[in-house]
C-alpha cells in the first residue's frame, strides 16, 4: 500500500499534488495507491482527487486543521498513517511539507528521504535518486529500518499530467481526528506565496526569467513585456534577485523555487548548475543567449543565438499579432 498525502490551500489542490500521485504509481508497481488530504472544508479538493486511478481517496478533517499549522499537520497525518498502514508514504516537496514532514518521520521513527527526482527499480528494492551539493551530484539512497518510509518527490521530478485518471470516480471517505487546541503550539500566520508582490512560481504554466545578460534593471521591461504577452510569470536566476532587480520569491534555483511550467523562457542565463535543478524539469525550455557555448543550450529545447535586446522586442511583437 502507498498512501500519497495531497496538498491543498484555501480549498485549491497544488498542482503538485498530482506530480506527488505519478510518482506513487510509478512506485506503486501494482500494488494499491491511496491519497490522503487534510483540512477544514476539503469536500470538493478530495471530489477532484477522486478522478485518479487509485483505491480511494481519504479526506481528513478536523476544527483544528482550518488552518495549517505544522503541528495540526503531524497530528492529522499520523492518524491517517496509523489509519492506512501504508510501506511507503509519497509526499511532494513543497515549502508546506518540508515544514511538517520532517516533525511527521520524527513522531514515527521512520525514515524520510527529501527532495528525491528519480525512482528507480534495481535487483528487487526501490532506490531513490536526489540532487547533493546544489545539484553538483545525485546520490542514490536506499531505506533501511522499518515501514513507514516517507519520501518526497521533488517539483518536476514527475509531471501532473503523467498521473493516470480511473475510468471512473474513486470512493471517498472522511477521517475525522481529534486534535486537542492545547496540541497546536504554532499560530498560523500568511503563508509565503502571500506575502506582498510574492508568487507561487511552482504553479505557473509558463514563465519567462532572466539572468545577468539582461544587464540591468532599466531593462527589465522587454522580459515582463514578453511574459505579459504570453501570459506568462517573470521570474530571474539569483544574481538578479542579489542585486535587488526582482524580489528574492521570483528566484529559481537551488537556493530559489523549484519549477516544472509548460514553457521556460530563459533570458540572458548562463545555465549554471544551481539555476538548472530549479527548472529542468520544464516540458519545453527555450533558451536565449548571446554566448553559443552558454550551458544553459545543454538542457534547452530550442535556442536563439543572438543578441536578447533585439530578440525579445521582435518576438514580443509577434506575439501581440496573433
Not at 192 to 197: C, L, N
Request: net charge negative; hydrophobic share 50%; with cysteine.
Amino acid at each position: 500500500m502507498i498512501l500519497v498525502i495531497a496538498e491543498q490551500r484555501d480549498g485549491t489542490l497544488s498542482r503538485a499534488s498530482w506530480e506527488a500521485i505519478a510518482a506513487a504509481q510509478h512506485l506503486a508497481a501494482g500494488a494499491p495507491v491511496v491519497v490522503g488530504i487534510a483540512g477544514g472544508d476539503i469536500a470538493g479538493v478530495a471530489a477532484g482527487l477522486a478522478a485518479a486511478a487509485v483505491a480511494e481517496v481519504v479526506a481528513v478533517t478536523s476544527p483544528a486543521l482550518a488552518a495549517y499549522t505544522a503541528d495540526g499537520w503531524v497530528h492529522a497525518h499520523t492518524a491517517l498513517i496509523a489509519e492506512v498502514t501504508p510501506t511507503w508514504v509519497v509526499l511532494p516537496h513543497t515549502y508546506q511539507t518540508r515544514d511538517f514532514a520532517p516533525a511527521l518521520a520524527a513522531s514515527l521513527d521512520r525514515a524520510l528521504v527529501t527532495d528525491c527526482t528519480a525512482i528507480k527499480h534495481v535487483q528487487g528494492q526501490v532506490v531513490f535518486s536526489r540532487p547533493m551539493y546544489q545539484g553538483k551530484l545525485a546520490a542514490d539512497v536506499r531505506v533501511l529500518g522499518e515501514a513507514p518510509w516517507l519520501v518526497t518527490m521533488q517539483i518536476g521530478a514527475f509531471r501532473a499530467d503523467a498521473a493516470v485518471r480511473g475510468v471512473s470516480p474513486a470512493p471517498v471517505r472522511t477521517l475525522e481526528v481529534a486534535i486537542a487546541p492545547s496540541a497546536i503550539r504554532q499560530a498560523p500566520e500568511a503563508p509565503f506565496q502571500e506575502a506582498r508582490q510574492a508568487v507561487d512560481l511552482s504553479q505557473a504554466e509558463r514563465i519567462v526569467s532572466v539572468g545577468r545578460g539582461i544587464k540591468g534593471s532599466e531593462h527589465l521591461p522587454l522580459a515582463q513585456a514578453l511574459a505579459d504577452a504570453l501570459g506568462a510569470e517573470l521570474a530571474a536566476s539569483r544574481p538578479i534577485c542579489d542585486a535587488g532587480w526582482l524580489p528574492m520569491e521570483r528566484q529559481i534555483g537551488s537556493s530559489g523555487q523549484t519549477v516544472a511550467p509548460k514553457l521556460y523562457i530563459a533570458v540572458g542565463i548562463s545555465g549554471a548548475i544551481q539555476h538548472v535543478v530549479g527548472m529542468k524539469g520544464a516540458r519545453t525550455i527555450v533558451a536565449v543567449n548571446k554566448d553559443a557555448d552558454a550551458p544553459i543550450f545543454e538542457v534547452a529545447d530550442y535556442g536563439y543565438v543572438g543578441d536578447l535586446f533585439e530578440f525579445l522586442p521582435a518576438l514580443t511583437a509577434e506575439l501581440r499579432k496573433s
